[in-house]
């Protein structure tokens, strides 16, 4: 909070805005000031000693109107800011609604993210959800900031697996059954015909030739096509629907059968590909990578170059300013080979590419494997947190209406949030017990504490925003809370400059911890009016930013848990 006021106001003596910036601290204990310089780094730069530097510094603090005072203690100059003047702004927040931390610095821009991208005929996955969930965090966050989004579900719609689907449903079941069914019985397709093509490797040669008819447009096979798209979306957009997830393209690999030649013809203007065995490759090896293979001998392109014309449509569509794909780190070469394609091939946003990667989710009882039916499925994970859930609220609150639609927000809620409290590129080890503690750094405490600020103000009625006087906020427990609701908006941005969800899902997680601690120690609604009033002030703000970090997150508030 007051980074950038500070870092102007102290960028004196030679010393730049950047390097006050980068070198503001939160102290660890909050008796030594709201926000601390230390002053070692500039020491050999500016040929003086760090308290020296700190005492210069000093004044140029002091005189900020957010400042109540600055004292030097070693090399260290800390900033303490003055109490009313901050507590006054609360009164913005209150009234922020769900506004709270939003910014319009992106207005203007549009983003394009690329995320969830499912395959078609394969149910969703517990690995999945990182994709999904933190595409869509990034979504929100950005769309708080005033950018306008793209979301775009790049969807596998397109391979070899068409053609042996196909082999299977007609071997083993048939079209209207398939059609009748849901996803689960078309992987059930998918899993034996691998099963029987082990003893039997003529069917491959089988689910090639009808690949190859989809390939060719022909009515039959496109008929097939066309339905197992359908049995695959209904089954996600219901998965969606229960994540708060939505996208603003389905433009799959599908999409782009006929976008593919434009960019091989630039490829091959500018003697980027070249033949190897047959194939059309584009050599990396002058930058540590192996070749990116484009097309097969026999013709075939493949997702690289599926990505190549992506990449060109979007820019073409979107004119983005950045184009993120968030993806798993198993795919780290895929994209840096296509990034450095796209920069040979002279692209206009080849430097707005950006990966965003993350790591692996497992269970707590095992590793989790795609091969061999050993797949977890993220709706058998959903529908279990929910139902555990639901004996949570059962016990803790028997009464409450809306039970159903409680359980579902806290199940699917905990869920979610696990994949979005740590940096994105930490592996997580999923336990139905650790996203679902009411009392850990977890979603159902959010919502908890969401629900416990929501029944306060339900008791002590709205507050008063004109007739507040928030000095009334003494105490240091009140004062942290009201530093932690300001600095929100600092949080927000933050999260959209490192693309990491987890600066919102922390932010709000401390504010809570914050607000906890202030409500055990101090009665909300009490005699004195202006005190009260205050105090439910700092509750309505707080209110305000745990939902909205939450929103951003896609996690439900309910009002009363
Ligand atoms: N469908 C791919 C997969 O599941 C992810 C696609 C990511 N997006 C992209 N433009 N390559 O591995």
Redesign the pocket.
């Known amino acids: 909070m007051y980074e950038e006021q500070l870092s102007k106001a102290l960028s004196v003596e030679g010393l730049s805005q950047q390097d006050i910036e980068g070198a503001l601290e939160t102290p660890k204990e909050p008796k030594l000031g709201d926000i601390c310089l230390p002053c070692f780094k500039f020491a050999r730069a500016m040929r003086l000693a760090p308290p020296v530097i700190a005492a210069k510094l000093l004044p140029y603090a002091q005189e900020q109107e957010f400042v109540d005072r600055a004292e030097v203690a070693g090399g260290y100059l800390n900033i303490f800011f003055n109490r009313a003047v901050i507590a006054d702004k609360i009164k913005e927040v209150a009234l922020s609604g769900n506004r709270a931390g939003s910014g319009k610095e992106g207005e203007g821009k549009t983003i394009c993210i690329?995320y969830s991208?499912?395959?078609i005929a394969k149910p969703f996955h517990i690995g999945?959800l990182s994709t999904t969930v933190i595409g869509g965090a990034l979504y929100r966050i950005f769309e708080h900031l005033g950018y306008k989004v793209v979301g775009i579900n790049?969807?596998?719609d397109w391979g070899t697996q068409f053609g042996k689907l196909i082999v299977a449903t007609r071997k083993w079941s048939s079209l209207g059954e398939v059609e009748k069914n849901d996803e689960y019985f078309l992987n059930s397709l998918y899993v034996r015909y691998h099963k029987e093509a082990e003893k039997n490797p003529a069917l491959d040669d089988e689910a090639r030739a009808w690949f190859k008819r989809i390939e060719d447009g022909d009515g039959e096979a496109t008929q097939y096509f066309d339905v197992f798209k359908q049995v695959t979306m209904k089954a996600v957009g219901k998965i969606y629907d229960r994540l708060r997830i939505k996208f603003d393209s389905y433009a799959g690999e599908s999409f782009y059968n006929d976008k593919m030649d434009s960019c091989l013809d630039i490829l091959r203007e500018k003697n980027l590909l070249v033949e190897s065995d047959g194939a059309q490759v584009v050599m990396l090896d002058e930058y540590d990578m192996p070749p990116c293979l484009l097309v097969k001998a026999d013709g075939a392109t493949l997702?690289a170059t599926r990505?190549i014309a992506?990449a060109y449509y979007r820019k073409r569509m979107y004119d983005f300013e950045k184009c993120l794909?968030v993806?798993?780190y198993q795919?780290n070469l895929?994209f840096k080979q296509l990034f450095q394609v796209l920069k040979l091939m002279d692209f206009a946003g080849a430097k707005d590419m950006e990966h965003i990667a993350f790591g692996m989710v497992s269970m707590e009882d095992g590793a989790m494997s795609t091969r061999n039916g050993r797949v977890i499925w993220l709706k058998d994970v959903l529908d279990k947190a929910v139902e555990k859930a639901a004996a949570i609220i059962d016990e803790k609150n028997p009464n409450i209406k809306d039970k159903a639609a409680i359980a579902e927000s806290v199940g699917v809620g905990a869920v979610v949030f696990s994949a979005l409290f740590n940096n994105r590129i930490k592996d997580i080890v999923f336990s139905f017990d650790k996203v679902l503690n009411f009392d850990g750094e977890t979603s159902p405490y959010l919502q908890y504490t969401y629900a416990r600020c929501a029944s306060a103000l339900r008791k002590g009625g709205e507050p008063d925003c004109s007739a507040m006087d928030v000095s009334a906020i003494t105490d240091d427990e009140g004062y942290e809370v009201i530093k932690s609701v300001l600095s929100f908006g600092d949080s927000v941005r933050q999260a959209a400059k490192l693309r990491e969800p987890c600066c919102v899902s922390r932010h709000i997680i401390d504010l809570a911890e914050k607000f906890n601690r202030f409500y055990i120690g101090h009665r909300i609604i009490v005699d004195d009016a202006a005190v009260r009033n205050a105090r439910l002030l700092l509750t309505k703000a707080t209110a305000n930013v745990i939902r909205t970090g939450l929103c951003l997150l896609g996690i439900d508030a309910p009002e009363e848990m």
């Open positions: 690329d991208s499912v395959n999945h790049h969807l596998g997702y990505d992506a794909y993806v798993a795919q895929h």
